[in-house]
């Protein structure tokens, strides 16, 4: 199946650093998700990007759509202790989402 | 809440049990998806349902078998199974497109599963 390369996979920050993780795929993906999922939790979703170039924000997260649109980043400003956990990107292509291996980020107070 | 809903929650079983992993969206989506996610590995898909029809099997064994009787619920059932299917099962809803494309993917919140 279709590949994603994550990275990093895994980030010791300070509290207040900025945070930048990507993935890539050899793929074209019609649509880009990231997600962050807590232990024993659902992955929860924090951003959808649907086109080429596409650049959006959520709060402290923003996340572009590559031009290539076979990869995204997904970047977290002055991260806060609850930024915690593992961030999962996700491509769509035919009928299917492909994911990431996963960013386990841990904040250091 | 992201509008997917998953029971159990937790599930202890024996190699010789039989038991029903149970999904319900309250979405409206058209495609409903089981996933399992083992410890340090991405998430496996295992099934697809389009508008109720199973569209994808990832050559799941036969010991899991799903289930789709409307486009709001999907089921997994599980018989004899192995202690290395312990994962959590994670079950997704998204609105399939006609272009092909996919509106986002809402997750529910998993059964943890362990197998004994």
């Known amino acids: 199946g279709q590949q994603l390369n994550q990275s990093p996979q895994s980030m010791f920050i300070q509290e207040g650093e900025d945070v930048s993780m990507n993935c890539t795929s050899s793929?074209?993906?019609?649509?880009w998700l990231w997600y962050k999922q807590d232990p024993g939790e659902g992955p929860v979703l924090l951003i959808a990007?649907?086109?080429?170039?596409e650049l959006t924000s959520n709060g402290r997260l923003t996340a572009q759509f590559g031009i290539t649109r076979k990869d995204s980043f997904l970047n977290i400003s002055a991260s806060i202790p609850s930024d915690v956990g593992i961030y999962f990107c996700a491509g769509h292509t035919g009928n299917q989402f492909y994911f990431g291996t996963g960013t386990s980020l841990t904040v250091i107070p | 809440e992201t509008g997917v809903t998953q029971t159990p929650r937790h599930l202890v079983m024996g190699m010789t049990n039989k038991k029903s992993l149970k999904c319900e969206q309250h979405?409206?989506?058209?495609?409903m998806y089981w996933y399992k996610q083992s410890a340090k590995k991405p998430l496996e898909l295992m099934f697809v349902y389009n508008f109720k029809e199973q569209t994808e099997n990832n050559s799941v064994p036969s010991r899991f078998s799903p289930e789709c009787p409307n486009s709001s619920h999907l089921f997994l059932h599980l018989h004899t199974l192995q202690p290395e299917d312990s994962a959590l099962y994670l079950c997704a809803s998204s609105q399939e497109l006609p272009s092909g494309r996919a509106d986002t993917q809402y997750f529910g919140p998993g059964t943890r599963l362990t197998v004994l």
């Open positions: 793929s074209i993906f019609n649509t």
């Open positions: 979405l409206g989506h058209n495609a």
């Open positions: 990007l649907y086109k080429a170039g």
